[in-house]
């Protein structure tokens, strides 16, 4: 038969047309969310431990299809998206905890879990953890995975070399507020030249304003990052400027790095997953480093919820697997497959996570990183804390890298916090 | 010597052809307009209804999940008086200024060695225009490495002529110098192929004829082939006002900080903060979809801008 090229073409279109209507047609039926057999959950590289992800699919296999998917990127952008456009939304989300406050404002997008039962479980949880997934109108949307101590992690034998205390209890007791932290700073750059206790003024500055109950805008949408709380940690890390304790060097970069395997960085206030970044940053460390807690009192950086979508059409048995998920003995394998510090107090107590630590010399970090983080103060984080908190967290760089004059970086950092709070709607 | 074929004269199949009657036309060539239409509705889809979208946000306060509040221009208001949109205004054009010049000169000279018989001509297209084809997040991560402080090459290299250490990442004049660096670097081979091209639609009687008169390369070089090549100097420029106006991926893998840390900052001082990039951390670290719309409203503005000057620069040219 001899094909004409009309006849090809017409082929082609209706081949073409068929596909499009085809699209369409599904396209109509895209789910909002389960088809109630499947059980979508989203969550990020290392959000869940993969052998707890992996028990729970053949557990829940007879009633459900769990189909958990690590979405890459920009997070919150993209699971902000697809909330957005009502379509392929995800039955069970995780939820960053640094994102906890740009969610909680829209906690009608969520179930609210206190009608499934949530209340019952509260006790097992750390108390200020719980209440972070609790919107302002008393809705709970995020069902605890980790949480994020902060300690104060240092190098023995350079501490030892230096004359400071070493060991990890006479740290913790001798370098127990700023001011004897910075002195000994000060002691280790006179001893070692060409040595810093920390590596910029940021880490300084966010973790003072971490320590406290108060961030940058209260609960009355009030701008309150001009008031003393903000200000004593601004000139903490102004201090450790000035007494010269922090280095030039920029978090992350090869230069940084290869100063802390060095030893010209012997310390760094991290949180609980910071372990991870220094064993696949400066493996060649192993051994040398110790936890200690940090300064004046332990905060939080990190952690994060799982959530169930409005979109998910069997909420109860959504709930049930989140539950199981998250219990006391699951966390406690979420420490060990991805690092995921419990914010189940029960699991500190296992074996599991009181094997001693070769990278820390066999240290059992659980015992500084568990009780700290039973000691972390609630605080009330405003979805309006990243605009208002980033020209602050800019100049103190200023003042950190650029030598800007403090006084001059604090007057600009307050001017346009009050251009971006009126912007915003928030009454400063 | 060669004719030239003469252009103004329609070739005859065209001539030919019966003019067709618009009215009749749609019904006649209805599978036409249909073959093409693929491109049209994905354009409406993907491109028309965002960019209307992107319009009606800008005029509202939108967080990207919760309602929209009304909010009239006061968006553009705020973008008129907001200090750091237009320093990143001038950011971008600095950056692309001191990226583009460098890799247009750049450009010609390999062009024009290209041009001259060499060995291997495929291999040296293949590897200039290679770089233009890697991963902009590969290149960034390895320029940090070039750029870093205590063991970058570039610190090595000032070191062995007897200079100082620059911390390029941490000054703000190291920080453009590098963003510019890494484009020139990109670009630098793809538009050389684009200049070989057109030193190669350069009739060689042109170079007979002025050896014959007595030019030096010099001559030949600034009175035949540069006067020849102004329109394709003209696209290189076009085309890297339009991709230099839009960096972002350059400053934002270059200088990505710490987890906690925002990663759309443009480093200290915020001197590598291009307009995209202030677009990007309005809308998704701020969630002030509102507000981002506006400020990628006002990008538009400026590419217009750039556009249009670009625009009379050819057409001034046009009328020679």
């Not at chain 1, 009181?354 to 979805?383: C, L």
């Amino acid at each position: 038969m001899p094909l004409s090229r009309r006849g090809l073409l017409r082929a082609g279109l209706a081949g073409t047309a068929a596909t499009a209507l085809g699209g369409l047609a599904s396209g109509c039926a895209v789910p909002t969310g389960s088809t109630g057999r499947n059980m979508v959950l989203w969550y990020w590289d290392g959000g869940l431990g993969d052998t707890v992800l992996d028990k729970a699919r053949a557990r829940y296999g007879g009633s459900v299809d769990l189909q958990a998917i690590k979405i890459g990127g920009y997070y919150r952008s993209k699971l902000i998206t697809t909330m957005a456009g009502r379509a392929h939304v995800p039955d069970i989300a995780g939820l960053k905890g640094e994102d906890m406050a740009s969610y909680l404002p829209n906690a009608d997008q969520f179930v609210d879990l206190r009608t499934l039962g949530a209340e019952k479980y509260r006790s097992q949880y750390l108390p200020w953890k719980w209440d972070q997934g609790i919107a302002d109108d008393g809705t709970m949307v995020g069902f605890p995975i980790d949480c994020g101590p902060v300690a104060h992690f240092y190098q023995y034998a350079v501490f030892q070399k230096a004359g400071l205390p070493y060991e990890p209890d006479d740290v913790s007791k001798e370098l127990n507020t700023w001011e004897k932290f910075f002195g000994a700073g000060e002691r280790l750059r006179k001893r070692i030249p060409g040595t810093y206790l920390l590596s910029d003024v940021n880490v300084v500055f966010e973790n003072a304003v971490q320590q406290g109950s108060k961030r940058y805008v209260d609960k009355d949408r009030h701008f309150i990052g001009d008031q003393q709380h903000v200000r004593t940690a601004w000139d903490l890390a102004v201090e450790a400027k000035r007494r010269g304790i922090v280095s030039d060097l920029v978090t992350g970069t090869p230069d940084q790095l290869s100063a802390v395997q060095d030893g010209k960085l012997p310390s760094q206030l991290g949180a609980s997953w910071a372990t991870n970044d220094l064993k696949s940053g400066v493996p060649k460390t192993k051994g040398r480093w110790r936890v200690a807690d940090m300064p004046v009192r332990p905060s939080n950086n990190g952690g994060s919820f799982l959530s169930i979508t409005k979109a998910c059409r069997e909420p109860e048995r959504a709930f049930e697997i989140i539950t199981w998920l998250l219990d006391p003995a699951n966390q406690a394998q979420g420490f060990v497959d991805a690092g995921l510090f419990p914010s189940t107090p029960a699991s500190y107590g296992l074996r599991k996570l009181r094997e001693p630590d070769p990278f820390f010399g066999g240290q059992v970090t659980m015992d500084v990183f568990g009780p700290a983080a039973q000691k972390i103060a609630v605080a009330y984080n405003s979805p309006y804390d990243v605009a208002l908190g980033q020209p602050i967290k800019d100049e103190i760089k200023n003042v950190g890298v650029l030598g800007k004059d403090p006084k001059k970086a604090w007057s600009d950092a307050m001017s346009k916090c009050r251009r971006i709070a009126e912007h915003l709607g928030v009454s400063h | 010597m060669a004719t030239v074929p003469a252009l103004d004269r329609p070739p005859a199949a065209v001539a030919d052809t019966p003019v067709t009657q618009p009215r009749k036309g749609f019904r006649k060539y209805w599978h036409l307009y249909a073959a093409i239409s693929p491109f049209y509705l994905l354009f409406l889809a993907f491109g028309l209804v965002p960019v209307g979208f992107s319009l009606y946000v800008s005029l509202h306060r939108w967080d990207g999940l919760g309602s929209m509040e009304w909010a009239g221009l006061s968006q553009y208001q705020y973008l008129l008086g907001d200090s750091d949109f237009w320093s990143s205004v001038g950011n971008t054009v600095l950056i692309w200024a001191l990226a583009t010049f460098p890799m247009i000169f750049l450009a010609m000279v390999t062009a024009v060695m290209l041009n001259s018989a060499v060995r291997f001509k495929n291999v040296y297209r293949f590897a200039y225009f290679l770089p233009n084809v890697t991963s902009v997040v590969a290149i960034a991560i390895v320029f940090g490495s070039v750029f870093s402080t205590n063991f970058g090459l570039v610190n090595a290299l000032l070191q062995a002529l007897g200079l100082d250490q620059v911390a390029w990442l941490n000054t703000p004049w190291g920080i453009k110098i590098a963003i510019a660096t890494l484009m020139t670097w990109q670009w630098t081979g793809y538009n050389a192929i684009i200049f070989l091209a057109g030193l190669q639609t350069i009739p060689g009687e042109l170079y007979e004829a002025a050896r014959m008169d007595g030019a030096g390369p010099a001559q030949t070089f600034f009175r035949v082939t540069l006067p020849l090549m102004r329109p394709v100097l003209l696209f290189v420029l076009v085309i890297s006002t339009v991709t230099g106006l839009q960096s972002f991926s350059e400053p934002q893998v270059l200088l990505q900080n710490t987890a906690n840390e925002s990663t759309f900052s443009g480093g200290p001082g915020h001197a590598g903060r291009t307009m995209v990039l202030y677009f990007f951390q309005q809308t998704f670290d701020n969630n002030d979809f509102g507000y981002g719309a506006a400020v990628a409203w006002g990008i538009f503005l400026v590419v217009i801008l750039f556009s249009i000057i670009n625009w009379r620069l050819v057409q001034r040219r046009g009328e020679d």
